[in-house]
């Protein structure tokens, strides 16, 4: 199916499901442990034996040897497989800065350098530790605060530039010129990266946790130098990705090595500390951001101009891109720098960009507030725009920014907030309000599924779409239901297995608005399916409901359809080049109130809402489980998480979750959501957009201004923590 216009008025328009709240169909499985994640995947294959990574004690050189006798000799060893022994293996190309194993070289601390396989994962952690690694280490750069200094003002190649940012500037009547600073961040999820990885007559099956089946299965195919038909990826539960596991990672890669090997069974799974070092992160930023306005607020020159560290070869973190599309402003300036560094591999982290862009814009959005004598919300309100401030001719396919900030506020109380930093309290606390506002693209990509009518009635659903804890078994359950007119009961989703159809996979905030929309077609291929048996030549003259399709008097069951055998459809959607022609992107204001303790500077949450514009909303129960999840973790990247960079040795010491902490129940208080009653015709034939990362931006912005309006303390650089404030709290 290809959608290459906007959607007209369609079955979604008059739901019975779409859009109700629906209580996510895996959670029983969930909750009660029936759910099998890969680690635990102990029937998929005979034999499972154990492996144990060995990584990397520097983070730039060359491995000049390995002894492993000492490990091969340990009780239940059963073998090892070292990155000397299995030379340099390909990279996957646009996946990947750094090998994820194989040959001498060391791009970064942790990096995988062999695996130790024995009878139990007590066996083979005591015996990893008997490895004996040499090496000759790289002097390498770890100082993102030196490169900036080198870097920073060096406009000669920025990303976009419109106007004369810098006359403008000059002639603004009100201006902000300040630093922001973000550190790196873990993904932190529940579930470890893990994979068991079996051969069967030269085929390879991998049961993995991975966010992008597709992708896992081609890079597999790369790194291991095999045909990709050869190799069956499954991953139906994930314990938590947020990005992390949107790529192939070392686990899977040495596991699968290892089965080859050993001609057994192989499970590896990393521990945590590993998890910092040897998979991926969001890396840290310093952003420089300058505004100037006229007296009314209207925005006459904004830059943005921020730098974030890579490995040699990557990306790092786009801290800019938001700030192109998000306020109006005639004259911009946007500048992105990388510093490339040999620290662990940064990449895709929920939000990438915008978590991180974001967390620095809406402080600076307030503190420009601030100096124009404006309320935070009606700033925002003035620079709003409908077009795309770098191509006017650009219109934004559907934009209620707006509506999002005054919606919010009025349900939030916004009006009677602390207006003077540092004037109201409560007993011991000091009481402030804060607001941001979130923008996020709403991608939209190829997928694909297949659907089976039964001769019970019952249909089931097959795609290789994953559910990371986001409600994708749901949202396509409730998708099928409505097209074909049956009970969300008789539909059974599949999900997660290479063998199926590809489809967008979870990852981007495209995962809904795609996938949803590739199992609609799927079910459109099964109803013109059955207007050929029935010999309708317009499908759309057929009408599905209670179980059975309606042909002008004619009504016959669906079950009986596939008395002599089941029927089966396959499709996938494609977007058109249309979309591109507008900007698709979501939208939300969050506020925030909180107390800091006049003694101790304590941060303690009191509430928190949300106001978001995502288009239709395909299930308010699991969108509103992104939302707040969205918003806690933003809370985290506010007030505690850091991984701090060891500048000598070149790793993040915050090897666990003591180490690096995140929020906890104590920590997060009462959460409010309120989506607005939209529709994005340009973005799906659902009408509906992504909202999964729209939750997380901002969200920090906002407590970092809250925390300014209860002490008068401006901080700017996260996270929030008492080394930062506590000095300039005002006399107790």
Request: glycine share 10%; hydrophobic share 40%.
């Amino acid at each position: 199916m290809q959608f290459n216009q906007p959607a007209g008025d369609n079955l979604f328009d008059n739901a019975r499901l779409i859009g109700r709240p629906t209580p996510r169909i895996d959670g029983p499985l969930k909750v009660s442990g029936q759910a099998p994640y890969a680690y635990e995947r102990h029937d998929a294959a005979e034999g499972q034996l154990v492996g144990y990574p060995v990584v990397s004690t520097i983070a730039q050189g060359r491995i000049t040897g390995m002894d492993t006798s000492a490990a091969e000799a340990a009780p239940g060893v059963i073998g090892v497989v070292t990155t000397l022994e299995v030379g340099e293996m390909p990279t996957p190309s646009g996946m990947h800065t750094a090998p994820l194993f194989g040959g001498a070289e060391v791009w970064h601390y942790h990096q995988a350098i062999a695996v130790v396989v024995a009878e139990s994962f007590e066996q083979a952690r005591a015996a990893a530790a008997l490895v004996k690694v040499d090496y000759d280490v790289t002097k390498g750069s770890f100082d993102l605060e030196a490169v900036w200094q080198q870097k920073k003002d060096d406009n000669s190649e920025p990303v976009a530039r419109v106007g004369d940012f810098e006359t403008a500037y000059q002639a603004a009547e009100v201006t902000l010129d300040q630093e922001y600073r973000t550190p790196s961040h873990s993904h932190a999820m529940m579930e470890p990266h893990a994979s068991i990885a079996e051969w069967q007559d030269g085929k390879l099956t991998v049961w993995t946790s991975n966010q992008m089946i597709e992708w896992g299965r081609q890079s597999l195919a790369t790194t291991l130098e095999m045909d990709a038909d050869d190799i069956r990826v499954d991953s139906p539960y994930i314990g938590g990705g947020f990005g992390a596991k949107l790529f192939l990672r070392a686990d899977a890669v040495m596991a699968a090595l290892a089965a080859r090997k050993l001609q057994r069974a192989v499970k590896v799974m990393l521990p945590r500390p590993m998890v910092m070092n040897n998979t991926t992160h969001r890396a840290s930023t310093i952003q420089r951001i300058r505004i100037g306005a006229q007296a009314d607020g209207k925005i006459t020159a904004i830059a943005h101009e921020a730098i974030s560290h890579t490995l040699p070869g990557g990306s790092g973190e786009d801290a800019v891109d938001q700030t192109r599309k998000f306020y109006a402003g005639d004259n911009r300036l946007i500048v992105k720098h990388l510093a490339e560094m040999h620290l662990p591999e940064a990449n895709a982290m929920r939000a990438p960009g915008e978590a991180s862009g974001l967390m620095a814009l809406e402080i600076a959005m307030d503190e420009m507030a601030e100096k124009l004598g404006m309320d935070p919300v009606e700033f925002r309100t003035v620079n709003d725009t409908q077009v795309d401030p770098e191509n006017p001719d650009r219109t934004f396919s559907d934009r209620h920014f707006v509506e999002c900030l005054r919606q919010g506020a009025e349900a939030f109380g916004w009006v009677s907030r602390n207006t003077t930093p540092g004037g109201m309290r409560d007993g011991q606390w000091l009481i402030g309000h804060g607001v941001a506002g979130a923008y996020r693209g709403g991608p939209a990509t190829t997928s694909g599924a297949r659907v089976r009518l039964q001769d019970t009635g019952r249909i089931i659903v097959e795609t290789d779409m994953t559910d990371i804890g986001t409600g994708s078994y749901t949202i396509l359950a409730q998708t099928v239901a409505e097209t074909m007119g049956v009970d969300l009961d008789a539909v059974e989703v599949r999900l997660g297995d290479s063998d199926f159809p590809v489809s967008a996979g979870s990852g981007g905030q495209w995962g809904a608005a795609s996938s949803t929309a590739g199992a609609y077609a799927a079910c459109i291929a099964l109803r013109e399916q059955i207007a050929e048996r029935l010999r309708v030549n317009d499908p759309e003259t057929l009408s599905f409901a209670n179980g059975a399709v309606n042909a002008g008097e004619k009504q016959v069951t669906l079950a009986s359809l596939a008395a002599d055998g089941e029927l089966v459809a396959e499709d996938s959607i494609s977007f058109g080049d249309f979309r591109d022609e507008q900007v698709v992107s979501t939208f939300a204001a969050h506020f925030v109130e909180l107390g800091v303790h006049v003694g101790t500077g304590e941060i303690r949450l009191r509430r928190m809402l949300a106001a978001c514009d995502a288009g239709r909303i395909l299930n308010p129960v699991t969108a509103r489980s992104q939302v707040i999840g969205g918003m806690v973790m933003g809370v985290g990247a506010a007030m505690m998480e850091e991984m701090a960079i060891d500048t000598g040795r070149g790793y993040f010491p915050a090897h666990d979750l003591a180490g690096y902490e995140v929020p906890v129940h104590m920590d997060i208080p009462s959460q409010e959501v309120i989506f607005l009653d939209t529709v994005d015709p340009a973005s799906s034939p659902l009408k509906a957009k992504g909202v999964g990362e729209l939750g997380l931006c901002g969200v920090a912005a906002a407590v970092a201004n809250a925390v300014y309006n209860a002490t008068g303390v401006r901080v700017r650089s996260y996270p929030m923590t008492l080394d930062k404030y506590l000095d300039q709290l005002p006399a107790v």
